[in-house]
């Protein structure tokens, strides 16, 4: 016979952002409802001090929380920890893996994102996604004296500015740094900050905290070993000493234009008789490894360099977590793996929403709009979801929501502040652009991307100040041809001329 099936009109799968914000919104909507958090992750995250910085440019802090806050929060909010295996979308139910059931008239999927390694299950490979996997990295890093780390994006940007005593060898596979947030010229501004840095004084600035008192050890130890945590987010090194295994600040090597060719371990490297070269004497950056030196593992390049080192970090993107929900249900898939969803948050499957890192953004969007996986998005889905989910429950028709209308992230990157906003590397403009430039070395850095006189995008790197003018400028798309460079002249206080 049958275990009976305790049911929940909404139920929401995925402790991070989206399936937290989501959970809540949906709590908050109908207090008169069970509202079931099913998550594999012992903790949940927590989104605190919640700021609307400007129209679109929104701050928060992020708190790893026992479920049991949640719960407490919001009594209707019922969490269940176990990971779903399966769903059988057609029978409105999922399977978790504690041996239960659980049926539901609408649900949300916000199982996020796993890293996507060069080279799976190598054991000298490191993905860095949650707490276990940077204390993992951390702990390794104590004993290392060189890393390699993979990858253009925001993981590798931060790392490597993080790391000290440890040589650094940062393979890219462009011909400058920070491909996903930066062209080349805002790459040549972070790169010269890269190279001087010294054990500067940082601002204090500490968004992200991953304790709660005590609460999050006694939650951690019910952990299972193998379940997948939520993903961090600004500013996750903090609190994490990342230190290698000498006494020096910072030394780092990049290596341009150039791909993972094989990876050896030591014994098969012997073997090969291939030579390693040494790490560079660089102006910048101290090495302390002689070229004798053995290693765990060889890194062949394309460019037909051969580096040892003591592990590698794959910072090379993020893959989807939808296999769980596949097996017998048709989803249509995104090209980069996500479940395909439309502009009501919907997947192609009846009554199943999804929102985050696990979705991808299907419906027609705002010209100056662009998925990206990042925090605020998980944010904004989720709490989208759950108005979409409202809404079709109560027979309502909903607008897109606001969040859409522009591509916005704030973050920081080599201790400057970064603002993206819009097409911010003109993406999708064609040749159809021109781009205006400020910049000045070591203070700031400023660029508005131009179509046809309207500004479509922009980079702000330093405290420009400029961040809620130029969303304005993005968002009213007014032809700003008639001020010529004046857009740009620091000597001129272009709000003046908008307010
Ligand atoms: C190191 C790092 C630094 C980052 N820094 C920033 C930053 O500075 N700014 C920024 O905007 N973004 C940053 N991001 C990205 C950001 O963290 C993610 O985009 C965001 O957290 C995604 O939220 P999510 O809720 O969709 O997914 P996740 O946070 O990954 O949460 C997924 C949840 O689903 C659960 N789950 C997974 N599988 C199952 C299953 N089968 N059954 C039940 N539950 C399941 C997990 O346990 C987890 O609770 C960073 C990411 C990383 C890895
Ligand atoms: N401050 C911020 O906003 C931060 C955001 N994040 C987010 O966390 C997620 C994970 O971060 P990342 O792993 O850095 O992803 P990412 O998507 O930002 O960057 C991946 C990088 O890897 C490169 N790459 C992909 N395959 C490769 C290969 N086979 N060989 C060499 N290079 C390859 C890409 O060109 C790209 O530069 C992303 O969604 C990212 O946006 C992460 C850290 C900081």
Redesign the pocket.
């Known amino acids: 016979s049958e275990p009976p099936r305790p049911s929940a009109s909404f139920v929401v799968v995925g402790g991070g952002i989206a399936g937290v914000t989501c959970a809540e919104q949906l709590a908050i909507t109908f207090p008169s409802e069970d509202i079931l958090l099913i998550t594999a992750s012992p903790v949940i995250k927590a989104v605190t001090n919640f700021k609307q910085v400007s129209k679109v440019l929104e701050e928060f802090d992020v708190e790893e929380q026992p479920s049991s806050m949640l719960e407490n929060r919001l009594p209707n909010i019922r969490v269940i920890e176990s990971g779903v295996k399966q769903l059988k979308s057609e029978e409105h139910c999922i399977f978790t893996e504690d041996g239960r059931q659980h049926a539901y008239k609408k649900l949300c999927l916000c199982a996020g ?1 796993k ?2 390694l ?1 080279s799976e299950g190598n054991p000298y490979v490191l993905g860095i996604r949650d707490t276990d996997s940077a204390q993992e990295f951390q702990k390794r890093l104590t004993k290392a004296k060189r890393i390699m780390i ?9 790392l490597v500015y993080e790391i000290e005593g440890c040589e650094v060898i940062w ?4 011909k400058a740094i920070g ?2 947030f930066f062209d080349a010229g805002a790459a040549e501004f972070l790169t010269s900050k890269l190279i001087s840095k010294k054990s500067e004084a940082r601002i204090a600035q500490k968004r992200t905290r991953y304790t709660v008192g005590g609460s999050k050890k006694e939650a951690r130890t019910k952990a299972e070993s193998e379940s997948v945590g939520s ?1 961090l987010g ?1 500013d996750w090194h903090e609190g994490l000493a990342l230190k290698g295994a000498e006494e020096f600040s910072h030394s780092i090597h990049i290596e341009t234009a150039c ?2 060719k094989k990876l050896y371990l030591q014994e098969e490297f012997k073997k090969t008789e291939k030579q390693s070269v040494a790490f560079p004497k660089a102006h910048h950056g101290k090495s302390v490894t002689t070229d004798e030196e053995t290693w765990p593992v060889y890194v062949e390049l394309t460019s037909g360099k051969i580096y040892g080192c003591d592990f590698l970090v794959s ?4 893959t989807p977590n939808v296999e769980p929900f596949l097996q017998g249900n048709n989803f249509d898939l995104g090209e980069d793996g996500g479940l395909r969803v439309d502009d009501q948050m919907r997947t192609s499957l009846p009554d199943v929403y999804a929102a985050g ?1 696990i979705c991808t953004a299907c419906w027609e969007p705002s010209p100056v709009w662009q998925q ?3 925090w605020t998005q998980a944010r904004q889905m989720g709490w989208y979801a759950a108005k979409c989910m409202a809404a079709a429950t109560l027979g309502e028709s909903i607008d897109m929501d606001f969040s859409f209308e522009l591509f916005a ?1 704030v ?3 080599f201790n400057y502040k970064v603002v993206l906003l819009g097409k911010y590397n003109a993406q999708g403009l064609g040749a159809n652009h021109e781009l205006m430039l400020r910049c000045t070395r070591g203070q700031e850095y400023v660029k508005a991307i131009m179509q046809n006189g309207r500004m479509m995008g922009a980079v702000l790197i330093g405290e420009t100040d400029l961040e809620e003018t130029f969303e304005n400028l993005i968002l009213n798309q007014m032809d700003l041809s008639p001020y010529g460079k004046d857009l740009l002249d620091p000597n001129i206080d272009i709000e003046d001329y908008f307010d």
Do not use: Y
């Open positions: 994102a890293p996507k060069i993979i990858g253009n994006g925001g993981i590798a940007l931060e393979a890219i596979k462009d491909n996903t993903a600004p791909e993972v910072a090379t993107g993020v890192d990206m996986r990042l992230h973050t920081k990157f």
